[in-house]
């Protein structure tokens, strides 16, 4: 089995705020996230170079022979087959960015401590496709086709669970149903693209699916749940209402009734009931969305873009997103009011009254919220926690004018 080592390079700065609290890899484009799609495609195992609050979650294993990926490199037939014909100490270039080296313990170890390390013999990438996931907008472009390949990656050279009696299935052959997945009464339409229906997956009655779709281990779509792809849920979710074009990284909900579209929802995120949001501008123009590095809103290029929500997020009953709205890391929003299109990290209320949400009232909640799924929070995880809460700060422009915190 290779030893995978992904690293972050300047697009990480670009997908904050989901990168706060993951490297590059841990995203979920498609189906699976990037790091799968190379275990699977290399046949190893990975681990990180990322920032330094994040290795203890994050951790590196060094071997005697790496492979080190840009994690936002999303892997392609002949790209992993050119990696896989690395010798030591070559590297595959794209435009002079590295896209991947193979490298023996001692040449890391000199590169990681900037010591003396022979020249790397680099091949530039002229006639291989390389798609990199470089911002916020490439989270939500041109993803039918990665579900396509990502459902063949989960399900080739293995059978499907028999489709249960009395589920409407469309274009059967393109529907995998795990074992332990119970599905009731509800159509899945694979005309457009394929179903994956993961393991212990509960589809309650009267669900409509319509492919592409990939569930995940445990998520559950209550009642009466409308379901167009693509569309992808992490581990452990829930869903109801209408969705369009979404992803959540794991461990979300969106249980009620209400609307989300073409949005990107990273884990132990709460949207409550009646919440919708707007991907649609009535001008018909492009959508334009928080940039990081730029600190201002830039043209995405997409005339449908809905809401980027990061970890920890909760909202209360008929929360208002506007088109193109960014949301930061371990914020508490409520009102039926039109919120602003950012949301700095770490924020308490709606509309134009906002508070700093305390580092320990955030942890109290995320405590809460992963107990009632059978998990802790770690040390790793509480310090992180901390670390964003800092880096974060510069945002929260209200901190400078002596406003209180909740």
Sequence with gaps: MRNLIFFDDSERDHLLPFTYSRPVCELRFGILKIREK????????????????????????????????????????????????????????????????????????????NGPIDELVGYELTTTPVRKINSLPDLLKDRKEEFEIDFERITKGRKSAAIPKGVNAIHPEKIFIEEGAQISHSVLNATEGSIYIGKNVLIMEGSFLRGPIGLGEGTVAKMGTYMYGPLATGPHCKIGGELNDVTMIGYSNKTHHGFLGHSYIGEWCNIGAGSSNSNLKNTYSNVRLWNYPSAEPLDTGLLFCGLFMADHTKCGINTTFNTGTVVGYASNLYGPIMHPRFIPSFSWGGGTDWETHKPQGALNTAKSMMMRRGLTLSAADEKIFIEIFNISSPYRVWENKGKKTS
């Design 38 to 113: 190379w275990e699977h495609d290399l046949v190893g195992k990975g681990s990180y170079i990322t920032q330094d609050y994040l290795a203890e979650k994050y951790p590196i294993n060094i071997s005697n022979d790496n492979y080190v990926i840009s994690g936002s490199v999303i892997p392609n037939e002949r790209l992993v087959k050119l990696i896989s014909q690395l010798n030591f100490n070559e590297a595959l270039l794209s435009n002079e960015d590295l896209i991947a080296a193979r490298l023996n313990k001692q040449q890391f170890d000199n590169l990681m401590n």
